[in-house]
């Protein structure tokens, strides 16, 4: 029975293939199976210790050794409650030596899909859209046939449906592991119906609702029920209903401008190595994104967001209950570690369950994360991304201290300087029928971090899944 347990592991370290061209390839390739997660919260410690307060000094170090791993610019938001510390380090072009600042705009990548779930769940709290129901009954002619009778609108918000990601047909050089096409495709305008195709003409990867596959078309066709449903630009809807609600002043889509407007920092991309010197992708249309992932917005806008969402500002009691009703995100080993909901995630800090999402597109990595209540916040932008390189024997990322560096200062910034045990799960032991030993989370010991939102090549989802 599903239910919404926070996640009680960190992400292990994303694999990866020994040619560039396998590394493009692992854009298409699936995850282990997910199992069903039970309703339940987590006691944590958030707040239970004064020691756990804003330590801006230690943040500010946690900013530098982030730069000092040779990441060109980051810049932060953290909060606890009203205290707040909003910090930044390193550069926001490496041509000028512009430094950067803690409240530049940024693109946040996949953090878009927890808006776009919003607002779907607000449709939904007005009756028109039935999350159980088909989504052919909404968009038949984008998900026709049988298909479009099997896929409800639920399995594309909790990546259940099996529907194949587009990003690599939209980019096809990726496929035979070069970067023509994000030059090529730097200013391409390019329509949601168009992204949608190239995912529906793949092959399904499952059959609907029996596995867990992170797929960027899910929340294009999103966007477009909420079209449907509407009679509005979805980009719109999301404006009016979840941006503006949220009181969110530098949060927006860019549409077709290329550009980002206000004070922005420059996006380098290095894909792994393949474009070397890293290159500026700042300025790009994003209407390859869309729904999925196009928003600009800053730090602190995203932590404002959080908040209202998790503090029950955004969306309707029940609605809210059924965003944070998850599936099991399992490692290459079966083992769970994270927790999906519908356009959200749970994961495992020291000090007990964050809520939250990541997000990266070319050059522009994004991770925000909050306490279940959202009282203790955090929320990071860094302007380089796959920096990492394979190793000798090219089936694995090498270890990059800016890893290390960034899941130091999540757990700086969420539990504190000091780190308490997560508080175990009492129900941990129910769980057995559910979930093996193999695969369940320790509550009691859990492991080191070992990886970042980051570790992916465009779009990414939770954490360590390749976006296909």
Known sequence: MPHTRPADRPAPRLRRAASATAVALALLAGLAPAASAAVQETPSAYGQDAGRRLDRPQLQAGLNAIHEADIYGVYSGVRDGRERFDGAAGLADIATGRKVRPDLRHRVGSVTKTFTAVAVLQQSAKGRVDLDRPVGDYVPELLPGERGRKVTVRMLLNHTSGIYDYVGDAFPSLLKGTTESLDEHRYRTIKPAELIGYGVARPQLFEPGTDW?????????????????????????????????AGLRDTYFPGTDPRIRGAHARMYESFYGIIDPPRDYSDYNMTW???????????????????????????????????????????????????????????????????????????????????????????????????????????????????????????????????????????????????????????????????????????????SAPVR
């Open 289 to 463: 994104a869309g729904t999925a992932g196009a928003l600009v917005s800053t730090p602190q806008d995203l932590n404002t967001f959080y908040r209202a969402l998790l503090g029950g500002d955004l969306l309707q009691r029940r609605q809210l209950d059924q965003m944070r009703t998850t599936v099991d995100v399992k490692d290459e080993t079966g083992t769970v570690y994270m927790h999906y909901g519908l356009g959200i995630y749970s994961m495992d800090t020291p000090c007990g369950p964050a809520w939250g999402h990541d997000g990266g597109v070319f050059g522009a990595g994004t991770w925000a994360l909050s306490s279940p209540d959202g009282r203790r916040q955090f929320a990071i932008g860094y302007n380089l991304m796959k920096y990492q390189r394979l190793n000798a024997a090219g089936k694995a990322l090498e270890p990059h201290p800016a890893d290390a560096a960034l899941v130091d200062y999540r757990d700086r910034s969420l539990c504190g300087t000091t780190t308490a045990p997560h508080t175990p799960d009492p129900a941990a032991k129910n769980r057995s029928a559910e979930t093996s030993s193999a695969q369940a989370p320790s509550a009691e010991a859990p492991a080191a971090p070992r990886v970042l939102p980051q570790n992916v090549p465009v779009l990414p989802g939770p954490l």
């Open 213 to 245: 596959s992170y797929s960027n078309t899910n929340y294009v066709l999103l966007g477009e029920v909420l079209r449907k449903v509407t009679g509005q630009d979805p980009e719109q809807v999301i404006t009016r209903d979840v941006i503006r609600r």
